[in-house]
């Protein structure tokens, strides 16, 4: 029963529907439409005056897809998770203590998302009273994944859950006010490896709870378990690690040292602040190209991308990131937008396809966000005195990384041309660095430290940032 005034989309949410807000209620994105007496509002702008009939569009599963090797079966022994927290999807790997490999890799939604995209959203929210919503929500869905996990596995006792995350989920779980990560100077309650019981922290189920030390406020544990397994360059080289999302973080390493540094390139990679924009979910396009006036795209008819080939009874809703990125290449590429980004013949858009449309705003939109991320790359690569040419392999982690066409981010000049023959993708390097520390105790070596580089206050930010900003 909603009383007079009552905003519409807390009482969804309050409902558990799940209904998207990735500006957090702010009235922006446009992706928390419902349907009142048969016509589409936004939800989060819609006070409740009167008896109404609503109509709601649950967002759905966010595809997922693995490069891990699996046990070929369980052995009935005693089990430890592997849990990573991202933003927009949580992935647990299921391992068996004493064996080499998960039997199992699941990824659900971050239930989190309904209240906002990114974690600045959610800061957002939690100062406005919502952070224990925030807490509840993530716990309880952790809690509930973990206890059909131990009811697959024969009541199988759960020894040990590690945890990374970045710096904002991992004090969601630990119940740590996030509201001071949202404002100069950015502190954080902790930043070191921790460890707490379960019930502690309001879990039903009782387990032993690790999670892995992040770098500052910016560059969390899912960074750190990350880089612990990726290999060293030889010497005199360099490896740069690339994790693509709202808030990038890069890090260049050589044998060693480390030194990082936080990129704001805001939601457009998870399909936020995109007109056509949507997450990796059923019938988001994630590979386009088009060659004359053939087009030739793939939709994600699944919940699972691997399954995901183009089918024909599957209508295209939107562009997630991956398409996102291959649209700008192939625009730029055709010369219907300049090196500027301006559409030709003073066009406000580009119809792709009936119903989706890429709009001038949207492609200011990437061009913000990928300048930003290349005056990360090229400010890093200065302040460790070297250039392009000395990096040896240049990884790229995140969600949407494994689908990501290294010739489209190299045409919508994500990435330098020169990154072309190094580039490879690791979508689940965080996963992959805890199961290490799960088999072996270890992350990074205790002597190795991770040096963070504000580029926000560094001098060549903003000139590099502008530099970037055209197609070149």
């Known amino acids: 029963m909603a009383k007079y005034g009552q905003n519409l989309l807390h009482i969804l949410q309050n409902a558990g529907y799940n209904i998207p807000s990735y500006c957090g209620g702010r009235g922006q994105c446009g992706k928390c439409l419902v349907e009142v007496d048969g016509k589409k509002v936004l939800s989060c702008q819609y006070k409740i005056c009167s008896d109404i009939d609503v109509r709601v569009f649950e967002e759905k599963n966010i595809a997922t897809f693995t490069d891990i090797s699996f046990a070929p079966k369980y052995f009935g022994g005693e089990l430890n998770l592997a849990v990573d927290i991202g933003t927009t999807v949580i992935s647990i790997a299921v391992l068996e203590k004493g064996q080499s490999y998960p039997v199992e890799l699941i990824s659900i939604n971050n239930p989190q998302i309904k209240y906002g995209a990114d974690v600045i959203s959610r800061i957002s929210y939690a100062v406005k009273g919502g952070q224990k919503i925030l807490e509840d929500t993530l716990i309880s869905t952790l809690d509930d994944k973990i206890s059909n996990i131990i009811k697959k596995y024969n009541n199988a006792k759960i020894n040990l859950v590690a945890f990374a995350a970045n710096t904002v989920m991992l004090h969601c779980l630990f119940r740590e006010n996030i509201a001071p990560l949202g404002t100069f100077p950015y ?44 290999p060293k360059p030889q010497k005199g080289k360099y490896n740069i690690l690339i994790d693509l999302g709202t808030n990038a973080e890069i890090v260049i390493f050589n044998d060693d040292t480390y030194l990082s540094t936080s990129s704001s390139a805001g939601p457009c990679f998870e399909g936020g602040h995109i007109s056509c924009g949507m997450s990796a979910t059923k019938g988001a396009i994630y590979s386009f190209s088009q060659k004359g006036g ?14 995901c080939d183009a089918k024909n009874d599957v209508i295209p809703k939107g562009l997630c990131g991956t398409g996102l990125i291959d649209v700008i290449a192939f625009l730029y590429d055709s010369g219907t937008i300049d090196k500027t980004g301006a559409l030709k013949n003073g066009q406000t858009s580009y119809t792709l396809m009936h119903g989706i449309h890429l709009t001038q705003q949207d492609i200011r939109t990437y061009q913000l966000a990928k300048a930003a991320i290349r005056a990360g790359i090229q400010i890093l ?92």
């Open 187 to 230: 502190k954080p309650k902790f930043l070191n490896f921790r460890k707490e019981s379960s019930k502690k922290l309001g879990f039903i189920n009782n387990f032993e709870l690790v999670a892995l030390p992040s770098v500052n406020s910016f560059v969390g544990a899912d960074i750190v378990s990350g880089l612990s397994i990726l």
């Open 381 to 472: 690569l200065e302040e460790m005195l070297t250039t392009e040419q000395n990096i040896e392999t240049v990884f790229l982690s995140g969600g949407i990384s494994s689908k990501i066409s290294i010739e489209s981010a190299i045409k919508s000049t994500l990435i330098p041309a020169s990154f072309y023959n190094k580039t490879q993708s690791i979508p689940n390097s965080s996963i992959l660095g805890l199961l290490n520390y799960l088999k072996t105790s270890k992350y990074l070596d205790s002597k190795e430290k991770i040096y963070y580089l504000d580029l926000a206050s560094h001098p060549r930010f903003q000139q590099y940032f502008i530099k970037n900003i055209n197609f070149a």
């Open 294 to 307: 053939i087009v030739d795209c793939k939709v994600i008819a699944s919940d699972n991308i691997e399954k």
